[in-house]
Nanobody
Framework: QVQLVESGGGLVQAGGSLRLSCTAS????????MAWYRRAPGKERELVAA???????KYADSVKGRFTVSRGTADNSVYLEMNSLNPEDTAVYYC??????????????WGQGTQVTVSS
């Protein structure tokens, strides 16, 4: 079981920026892809961004042009640079390890989540 630890959430004003980080603590296999999901109050969890080991990225339409996903050189970490934040981005953000050859397929390991709150 991969353990994932997220950090970097917080409270920010609309238009501001945050950078989320996630590290997988156990490496018993090569990670193909990592992703960020979010769950806003009263909504389903949604895929925000994903990146595989080949450098391919996928974004939700609502964050394209504002968010950037990247992977660490050690390949067991993933980052999410979030710019031009708006109140609709308020959610708990979760990290996930999965597979992405076409669409992203989430694995069973999830982090504890990090809260992002954007005030208007």
């Amino acid at each position: 079981q991969v353990q994932l630890v997220e950090s970097g959430g917080g409270l920010v004003q609309a238009g501001g920026s945050l950078r989320l980080s996630c590290t997988a603590s156990q490496r018993t296999f090569r990670i193909n892809a990592m992703a960020w999901y979010r769950r806003a109050p009263g909504k389903e969890r949604e895929l925000v961004a994903a990146m595989n080991s080949a450098g391919r990225r996928k974004y939700a339409d609502s964050v394209k042009g504002r968010f950037t996903v990247s992977r660490g050189t050690a390949d067991n970490s993933v980052y999410l640079e979030m710019n031009s934040l708006n109140p609709e981005d308020t959610a708990v953000y979760y990290c996930n390890v999965g597979i992405m050859r076409g669409e992203y397929q989430p694995g069973n390991s999830w982090g504890q989540g990090t809260q992002v709150t954007v005030s208007s």
